[in-house]
Structures are given as structure tokens and as C-alpha cells.
């Protein structure tokens, strides 16, 4: 069998694959070695054409390409490798050992110190959220057909309707439009909006495409391809309510109902994982329960933003080298960060306090909309981190920062909480 060998193994070469590997090398790791099953580093920025990318990173509106390009040949520069046209099979958690399969070599076996797992995540599909009714021609998931309209130049219908205010949802009804399709609307089970606010601004009522918070697709009408879709008003359980029911011909649905991390080798490998985020749990390194297994990206938890992965890749990509070169710090003893009031989960999980440790970043979701909060870490009832915020949603995340040396006892907890 094929074999190399490297310092660090990084695991997808998307942006979080990217800013892992290019941080690796900065910390000093000599072979980098990313492992991408596509033909061409980026993930699923490649298709993303819009602007919107690096706000906050470059302070500079980009697109997808321009964010992914400017890593790739950062990427170069530093000297990081990548296996491309390679699917990765297995990942040995205690050993390092990554078992891959390569168009040219065949099966591969790449032996490293450290691993980073950036394998992002995929979208729901109609088995997923099982809508009842015929199975046309015409259902497309929001990132297929940006994807086939993006790179392929195809247009997936004429008229259509869009389940899901997500991000990609959002971002499609424009950009259906903008290719001359009819976006009759946009459904959202939720009585709020799933994804950011600016994508709703920007993309649905810049283009008077109407959104319709509590509703549901109930069932796709047509035999050889959709012909319409029901559409019907939820109670506060989610239930539709029959007598709100309506017909909206058309010939495409587009979901948008939500993203799963990829962990099928995150859980084949033993590593734990968050019931809630569905991706490993991490400490403020981004390395998983195993030692030697770092994380990031949306295989960690579902973002928003690219900048955001960017930021918290750059650790997981630190962490791997300094575990590689032995100049990590003792992680075994973390603190447990607790989620209070209003607090869906955090990113990292867990915090290390001691020696070599630094200011953490924590991520985190809120669980329902709320106006005019306060959002705060507290530990043994002394406030470490604090912020009003005037709105908050789920869509949109969240961040506080706390110095680990301030948790006392061990107590730490994250909530959003009336301002008094
Ligand atoms: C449609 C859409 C629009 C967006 N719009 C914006 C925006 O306007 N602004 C913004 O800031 N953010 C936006 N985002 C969010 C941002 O793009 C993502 O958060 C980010 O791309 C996630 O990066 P990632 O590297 O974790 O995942 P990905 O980009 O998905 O990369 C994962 C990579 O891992 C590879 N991989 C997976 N499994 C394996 C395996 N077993 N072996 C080898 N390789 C593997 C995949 O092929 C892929 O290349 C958008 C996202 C989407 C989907």
C-alpha cells in the first residue's frame, strides 16, 4: 500500500481545511499534508459566487473563490501538500493512522502525528424531513442546484417554491431571480427566520419575494415532474392546520432545511460527539476526546460565516501542530462549560485552564429569538463576560470571550438572560 508520512493529517480541504493547514505550518509543523476527495481545494465555497465572504476576516467583501483563493495561495507559500481525488475511509485516533483511497495510488495510508478533521457538513434532503405526497422530478436541495446553476450553467426550473429561510435557501431565491426564474415563495416551518437577517434584506425583500414564517410544504403534487406543492399554516406544535391549506403551482421545490455535520468517520473512530451539534466535542484547541484528533469547521458545528471557521480552524490547526511537536500544553483536566438560559451549546465544550492557556472564544447559538438581553458567562456567581445585545436568534452566532484562569471551581456557564 501507498504510505506517507506527515506531521499533521488535515481531513477536507475546504476554508476550514485551509486555515488549519496554513496554521499548522506557522507553528512551526514541516509537512502539512491536506487530504480532499474533490479535484480542487475550496469546498463548498467553489459554488458560493456571491459577495458576503471575509467581512470580518479581511475587513473586505469577497466571494467564495476570491476568500477560498486568497487560503489556497497562502497554502502554497507556506509550503502545505494536498491529496486531492482522495476519499478518506477510516481515521486511528490512537495512532494517527488515515486509511484514504487515491485515484493514481489506490489505497493510501497516511500516517501522521497529528490529525485535523475538517470534512464540513451536507444538506437534508426530502427523505430527511419525509414530506408525503409523489416522488417528480423537480426536488432539488438548495446547494445542488446552486451548484448546477454556479459551475454546471443549469437552471433546475422555471417557477419556484423554497422550503427553508436557511442561508443557502435565502441565498438561492436571488439568485433563481437574478436568472429569471419565478420565486413564488419562501416557507419556513419556524415563526422566525432560520438564517442571517442581511441575507433576508438582501435577498427576499430586496427582490419582493415574499417569506412565510409558520408554514409548511405538506405534500408535492405531479407525477413526471412536480406541477405544485401545499402549503399550509403550523400551530405552536408544528402541526398544520388543515383549513389553512393552499395550492402553489410550480415546477421546482427547493429545500433548504438545514445541514448535517459529515461525522460518519468522527464516530466510526470512537471520537464523542455532541447530541446537539452533532459534530466532536472540542476544548479551546479543537481537540476532540483523542489527543491527537483536532476538529473545525462545519464538521464541528453548522456556521454562518466563513470568517468564523476561519478564526477557530487557525486554533485547530495550532493545537495539531503543537501536539505534533510536544509543545502543547497538559489538556487532560477541562472544565466543563455549562449551557444556561436561552443557550442552545458552546463551542468549545470544554476549557483547559493552567499554564500556556490563553483568552477562549466561545461560540455559542440561543435556542429562541429574544430583544433587549443581556449575554454573560458566569462562574460561582461572579460575571466574567458581558454584553447587551438588542436582538438575538438562533440563526445567527453568538460569541463571548473568557480567560480560563477566571473559572473558579471548575463552574462556568453561558446564558442569555431579560435585561433587568
Ligand atoms: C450555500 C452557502 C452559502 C454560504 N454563504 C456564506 C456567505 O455569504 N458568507 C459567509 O461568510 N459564509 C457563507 N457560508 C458559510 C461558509 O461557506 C461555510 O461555513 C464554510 O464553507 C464551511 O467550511 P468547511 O471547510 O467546514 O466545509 P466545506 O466547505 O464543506 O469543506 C469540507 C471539505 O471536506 C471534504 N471532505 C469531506 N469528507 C471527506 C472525506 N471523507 N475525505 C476527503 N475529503 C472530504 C469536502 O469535499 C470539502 O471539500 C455559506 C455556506 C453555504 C453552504
Redesign the pocket.
Known amino acids: 500500500m501507498y504510505e506517507i508520512t506527515c506531521d499533521v493529517a488535515v ?8 486555515a488549519a493547514a496554513v496554521a499548522a505550518k506557522k507553528e512551526g509543523a514541516k509537512d502539512v499534508l491536506i ?4 479535484s480542487a ?5 467553489q ?2 459566487i ?6 470580518t476576516y479581511y475587513n473586505e467583501e469577497l466571494t ?1 473563490p476570491e ?1 477560498a483563493g486568497r487560503f489556497e495561495e497562502e497554502a502554497v507559500k507556506e509550503g502545505v501538500k494536498a491529496l486531492l481525488n ?4 477510516e481515521v486511528d485516533p490512537e495512532e494517527g493512522n488515515i486509511l ?1 483511497v487515491n485515484s493514481a495510488y489506490g489505497m493510501t495510508k497516511v500516517k501522521a502525528k497529528a490529525v485535523v478533521l ?4 451536507r ?1 437534508r434532503t426530502r427523505a430527511n424531513i419525509m414530506i408525503p405526497g409523489t416522488r417528480p422530478a423537480g426536488v432539488y436541495t ?2 445542488t442546484a ?1 451548484r448546477l446553476i454556479n459551475r454546471q450553467n443549469e437552471i433546475v426550473g422555471k417557477t419556484m417554491v423554497i422550503l427553508g429561510s436557511g ?2 435557501g435565502m ?2 431565491a436571488r439568485r433563481m431571480t437574478l436568472e429569471g426564474a419565478k420565486v413564488v415563495a419562501v416557507v419556513e416551518i419556524m415563526d422566525y427566520l432560520a438564517g442571517l437577517t442581511r ?1 433576508k434584506v438582501q435577498c427576499l425583500d430586496d427582490f419582493g419575494i415574499p417569506l412565510k414564517l409558520s408554514h409548511t410544504v405538506t405534500r408535492i403534487q405531479g407525477n413526471e415532474r412536480v406541477e405544485g406543492v401545499w402549503v399550509a399554516e403550523v400551530d405552536e406544535n408544528k402541526i398544520p392546520i388543515p383549513e389553512t391549506e393552499e395550492y402553489i403551482p410550480c415546477d421546482t421545490l427547493l429545500l433548504s432545511v438545514g ?1 448535517i455535520p ?1 461525522n ?2 468522527t464516530r466510526a473512530a470512537q471520537i464523542e460527539v455532541s447530541p446537539i451539534t452533532n459534530g466532536p466535542t472540542v476544548n479551546q484547541f479543537m481537540q476532540t476526546s483523542f489527543p491527537a484528533v483536532f476538529a ?4 464541528v458545528h ?8 476561519t478564526v477557530e ?1 487557525m486554533k485547530a490547526g495550532a493545537g495539531a501542530a503543537r501536539y505534533a511537536l510536544g509543545t502543547l500544553p497538559d489538556t487532560e483536566n477541562s472544565v466543563t462549560v455549562a449551557t444556561g438560559e436561552n443557550v442552545r451549546y458552546t463551542c468549545p465544550q470544554r476549557i483547559v485552564q493552567g499554564e500556556g492557556t490563553d483568552k477562549v472564544r466561545l461560540y455559542f447559538r440561543v435556542l429562541r429569538p429574544d430583544q433587549n438581553v443581556i449575554i454573560r458567562a458566569v462562574s460561582k456567581g461572579k460575571v466574567l463576560a458581558k454584553r447587551k445585545a438588542v436582538r438575538v436568534n438562533p440563526g445567527e452566532m453568538e460569541h463571548l470571550e473568557v480567560h480560563p484562569e477566571e473559572i473558579a471551581d471548575g463552574e462556568i456557564t453561558v446564558e442569555v438572560v431579560k435585561e433587568a
Do not use: K, T, W
Not at 481545494?41 to 465555497?45: D, S, V
Not at 482522495?86 to 475511509?89: A, G, I, K, N, T
Open positions: 481531513v477536507g480541504g475546504g476554508p476550514a481545511g485551509l487530504i480532499e476527495r474533490d481545494l475550496g469546498g463548498i465555497l459554488q458560493c456571491h459577495p458576503g465572504f471575509g467581512l467564495g476568500y482522495s476519499m478518506v475511509l484514504c475538517a470534512m464540513g457538513c444538506e438548495a446547494g446552486q442561508d443557502i441565498i438561492m441575507n445541514l459529515e460518519e468517520l473545525c469547521g462545519n464538521v453548522v456556521n454562518d460565516l466563513v470568517d468564523n471557521v480552524s
